[in-house]
């Protein structure tokens, strides 16, 4: 079990600039709500003596980092961190207060869920804060959650998972069943805030003297910009490898082992990076890297495979950055280098073709620029789904294509020799791409300015 502060403490933890912001109307203290449950006023008043709070929350403006916020921490000392209708209150102040300063909301979530003494009352609060959220949401500014333990029920399926950054502290106990409802044969590594991490629901577990400083770059690198974003730099290529002169030629440098991959790429471009993981449904996908990154003082979003097949978690994965990149007003890097999607009986399950189908719309929606470098392999849809029309530039020891060398011939009904000549057919390598008008350039190793 982790360590459980106190909301001040958990604010005191992160930040040293905090202004408590005046406490909406309507403080029942006074009565048993509206259940009228016998000694919940009793409850409460001995929750306040304890913890020296009237509610479950406090809500303020913040600085972490060097960079404003809007401020949410939960009290579990107050009846368990629980949500009822003086917590939902405060909590749509806060997030009409980042709304209608243009902030980022951070919330410091500790909470067993809606609380039994106000029954529906309380429960209905999650859809009050649910709409709070989508308006924020609407008006663009990021929302940051970071999971303390416990974060059960409500508060997780609400302030947690609804985030667009979804931070947990070691240890915390991460779910939406608490433990005493849960099955009771049920895996309690899956209620963990590194079981949430595994199976794609949180996106980083942080430790606590590392929190500030992370919560400081995502509030950064999530910042809204002053004006409409020019299109990210294309990255330069790694490699001295000249252009190949046939298709198969092309194939080859693209599978070689030796080739340099995303992660590389991806040192070489950015000073600093934040990875998102996960797609919200449960899966994650190690062949793909997706987040912000930081390069010459601006915030870019990243979507990069590595070589894999690229399987549904990670389609959708990237669907989420770039949606997220979009609603920020920031530029996107994608890096395409893969074989293709996943193909497999279990990522035909998990709904590849809706995965794929996302991603494409996702880069078809964005009002945002995006720049695609190809890598490595281009293998059919499964790569082509992240490249951004219009502007895809190609590395020399890259290759695109409809479909890989080997399986046109097999469809085809071509004898296995003739492989290299259905590649050079294809018309697949960088030069071949640029004379089609699928790519704009093939890069070399210096570095490249703003794309034109």
Known sequence: MADR?????????????????????GDPAGDDGPLAWAGYADSRARATARTGERESVVH??????GHDCVLVS?????????????????????????????LPLVSLIATGGSRMQEGMVALTQLQRVAHASARLRAAGPAQIAVLRDPTTGGGWATLGAGADVVL?????????????????????AAYTAEGQLAAGQVDAVVEPD???????????????????????PVPRALSAAGLPETGWDAVRQAR?????????????????????????????????????????GRSVAYVAQCGTATRPAGYRTAARVIRLADRLGLPVLTLVDTPGAANDAAAERAGAGAAIADAFAAVAAARVPLTTLVIGEGGSGGALALAAPGNTHVTPDSYFSVIAPELAAAILKRAPDQVRATADQLRLRPQDLVELGFARSVVGPERPGPCP
């Open 256 to 296: 070689s082992p030796s080739r340099p991959r995303a992660e590389a790429y991806l040192d070489d471009y950015f000073a600093d990076r934040l990875p998102l993981v996960g797609d919200r449904c449960g899966g994650t996908d190690p062949g793909l890297l997706a987040g912000f990154g930081w390069r010459e």
């Open 210 to 232: 590392g929190l500030p400083g992370t919560v400081g770059r995502w509030l950064r690198a999530l910042r809204l910009p002053d004006a409409p974003p020019d299109p990210a």
């Open 60 to 65: 303020g403006l913040a600085s972490v980092g």
């Open 74 to 102: 939960f009290e579990f000392g107050f009846l368990g961190g629980s949500l009822g209708q003086r917590t939902g209150d405060r909590l749509v102040a806060a997030y009409e207060a980042a709304r209608r300063r243009g």
């Open 5 to 25: 502060q106190s909301a001040r403490a958990a604010i005191a933890a992160l930040t040293a600039e905090f202004e408590e912001l005046t406490e909406a109307p």
């Open 168 to 188: 947990a502290l070691p240890g915390a106990q991460v779910g939406f069943a608490g433990s005493r409802v849960r099955p009771p044969d049920a895996d309690p």
